[in-house]
């Protein structure tokens, strides 16, 4: 009787569902307040020309204002060209092309091109369409930071009163760009009326018979212990990484209120994907209050939830908008479903179940979601307008690297994802427990049992360490002294005293009372070699110390005792498991300076004149006196589980039974011979870390990111010495550039011409597109012992380039990127030439790869008769015989099998060649009759 009533009323329960009137298409659309959205569409233009799309407000008509354009009348001045400006905007606002010119295109000026249009006759900073567009977005407050101080106000007061009625739009409509909570999508069967009747036919089913499909679920628990490190109460949102097409991402939220799982067009053009697989869709989704998204597109992408070893393994099916507010990705109830999540909003936790059947638990971030939440409140975030939206997204960046620094955890999503971390995060262990404030930074957790054994090391030698000046007692000067060697032909210079400003006298006085008290500088008298001091200002606003040694110098002799190559410590300390890094105390402090050298580095100051006890800083030798005694000290670990760059010094260790052992043997060299070490800058124990302006880990080896920041920070050069600053900040990231001569060459074409300076819009063009290159900078790695390196050649008009690459489990994986720009008679070689100059460029610049390994040179180019046989003539004999030196072999260019060379042989085209342009002839005739 019982089992009867039960489903007697799962009976009636299904039938009150299906009795349910469903809404009308028509019906929606009426009552929908999207009618007025038809005056925001986009013009359909016949040649897909560019104009500004009037969102938001409808054309007035009333007389004496054009239709469409209500902002004719304000004009402005900006502080920078049209062509920038719209190059800076173009993906910011939403703009559509103007109407096509009207001009017949055989009267116009073909050496003038206008990007705006797509056609030719006028330059783009001319374009008279392109400044009425831009004085529409200015005449609403949108391009502040390009008006000049000439021009009265923002633009929002003539905004502001040009609104009518005609422009007014309903306070009450969510904003159309805006994602908030999410209905609609591929949930509930999808968008389509069957798909959905199926969907709630299947609910009605289980109702109707009591019994659900079996779904096995394991039993999920949550303590007290799931907490972490949680402060409540709290009602912050539950924000996680996880792992997308194969790249961290950071900043997504977990929305048990979302019906699809959505994905920001911004950080899919992050996450590696093949554009061909995004899917077009013709239905919308809908936010809270009825507000209409119409996403751009879906995607299907890998998805991993949780850790290598715990992990869940989905293909997502991702909605593709243009903004997520703060987030990069929503997670909604398709995947959380997918993955059997259980989700704690208080603990700020999601429970999982693993691919292995395993329950498994992936924490939020309390800190970054509360501040992403608190700052998506503020009234001007997130606002009606792109400005206000752009703004938004500029302050969520800025805070977001804030936290990143202050927690060693957060990063944006496109540089956490390409990048490791600086020498990671880190644990502080206290040396000396009556001295607390003695500690030392290791990589690797006390509670591991590998790092208790390092803890219980480092306590064991903390003599090594200095945290005070004091506390050097300085090499022997048995082991090593500096001696000058000057020529003492030479007349000696006195340096007339400098005047500097009240703030650097009283920073060089500071200085040389420190210097006194701790014994490495003595008053000086009568001396014949004076220098002067030179203030260089800190980051932190304080000042740095040197001295001007130019003239002693000149004196002295160079010292020839060599300096390690930085690439190849860098290739043989990649690809180690655990690396510890040493930076020694004022490293040329420690060494002492000969006694009757010591009155040649006199210096003057207010405070009077002083000469150095130790090496200083400044000298021409010093480098290689500190190279010298690091080689001497180390020689019996240098090349086996130690390097060293004058006092930068790494431990490196491949074997985890040996780490400590060589950590050990380190220290206690460094005891035995008083070396000291400034615990402020190194760090035991990490599997990652910088070194000599480098990235390095177990994986190989990328570009630092602070340098890549600093190029992408740069603006576009207003003078020849702005130019000049460029190729010393690529010259650290050349390694990694890929065709960096073409990337280049318009670029540092502008400071050839011996007219006034002007950056053209072809240069621009090249530096946007090389700050675009510099966040896809590949990850290099070093080639082992014995394996054989291959060669791809390219070669365009104006330069040459090579990339040298390794072969791994079926992948392509760079080793090194070069490139030259060709000179004078090099731009008319010959393509053949051309190619053969390009490995012969290659095998200069990369000798040491040349001479220890076989290479193999992929190329579709004859190359091998003339570089193999020395019947050449000229160059090319030259170049044959330099190349027989090596073990080259010379194959048809394959398939690619890294991502890495798409772009290197994408670009790599035939050599272009001038087209013969039509000329009128003029002949000079003296009358002869022959």
Known sequence: MVDALDEAESFIHATEIFSVPKESKGTMIADHPQRKDKADKKTNRPNGTWAIEKKGYQANTSQGQKRGRPYDKERFEYNTDLYTILLDVSDRYKIDRPFPMKSPVETRDSSLYCKFHCDVGHETKDCKSLRRALDGLAAKGFLKSYLSSSTGGSGKKFYKKSKSSSYRRDDNETDPEIVAVISGGLAAGGPTMRGQKDYASRLGQVMLSGKAPMDHFPKVEICESDKGKIATPHDDPLVIELKVANLKVRRILVDTGSSSDIISTTCLNRLEHDPKTIEKIHYPIFGFGGGIIHPRGIITLPLRVGGRHQSKNLNVRFLIVKDLTAYNIILGRPTLNQAKAVVVTHLMLMKYVCDKGQVDTIHGDQQLARVFYLTTLSPEAWGKTDEARASSKRKLDEIEEKVKKETFTIATAHMEARRPEPVGGHYEIILDKARPDRTVPVGV????????????????????????????????????????????????????????????????????????????????????????????????????????????????????????????????????????????????????????????????????????????????????????????????????????????????????????????????????????????????????????????????????PDKVQAVIDMTSPKSVKEVQRLPGCLAALGRFLSRAGDKCHYFFGTIKKKSKFECSESAKTTFVRLKEHLHTLPRLVSPLQGETLYVYLAISEWSLSAVLLTEREGVQLPVYFVSHVLQNAELRYPPIEKFALALFMASKKLRPYFLAHKLVVYTDQPLKQPLTKLDAAGRMLKWAIELNAFDISYEPRKAIKGQAFVDFIAEMTRPTFEKNVATRWTVYVDGSST
């Not at 591991?448 to 005070?468: S, Y």
């Not at 985890?656 to 400034?678: G, H, I, P, V, W």
């Open 445 to 704: 957790s006390p509670d591991d049992q590998l790092g208790a054994h390092l803890v219980t090391l480092l306590r064991e030698f903390p003599d090594i360490f200095a945290f005070a000046v004091e506390e050097m007692s300085g090499i022997d000067p048995s082991i090593a002294v500096h001696k000058l060697n000057g020529d003492e032909s030479l007349k000696p210079v006195r340096q007339k005293k400098r005047n500097h400003g009240e703030a650097r006298n009283k920073a060089a006085a500071e200085e040389v009372r420190k210097l006194l008290e701790v014994g490495f500088i003595r008053p000086s008298q009568y001396p014949d070699w004076v220098a002067n001091v030179v203030l260089v200002p800190k980051p932190n606003k304080s000042w740095r110390m040197c001295v001007d040694y130019t003239d002693l110098n000149k004196a002295c002799p160079k010292d020839s005792f060599p300096l390690p190559k930085i690439d190849r410590l860098v290739d043989s300390t990649a690809g180690h498991a655990m690396m510890s890094f040493m930076d020694a105390y004022s490293g040329f402090h420690q060494i002492p300076l000969w006694p009757e050298d010591q009155e040649k580095t006199s210096f003057v100051t207010e405070q009077g004149l002083y000469c150095y006890k130790v090496m200083p800083f400044g000298l021409k030798n010093a480098p290689a006196t500190f190279q010298r005694l690091v080689n001497t000290i180390f020689s019996n670990q240098l090349g086996r589980n130690i390097k060293a760059y004058i006092d930068d010094m790494i431990v490196k260790s491949k074997q985890r039974e040996e780490r400590l052992a060589d950590l050990r043997e380190t220290f206690e060299t460094l005891r035995k011979y008083q070396m000291r070490l400034n615990p402020k800058k190194c760090v035991f124990g990490v599997k990652t870390g910088k070194f000599l302006g480098f990235l390095i880990d177990e994986r190989g080896i990328e570009a630092n």
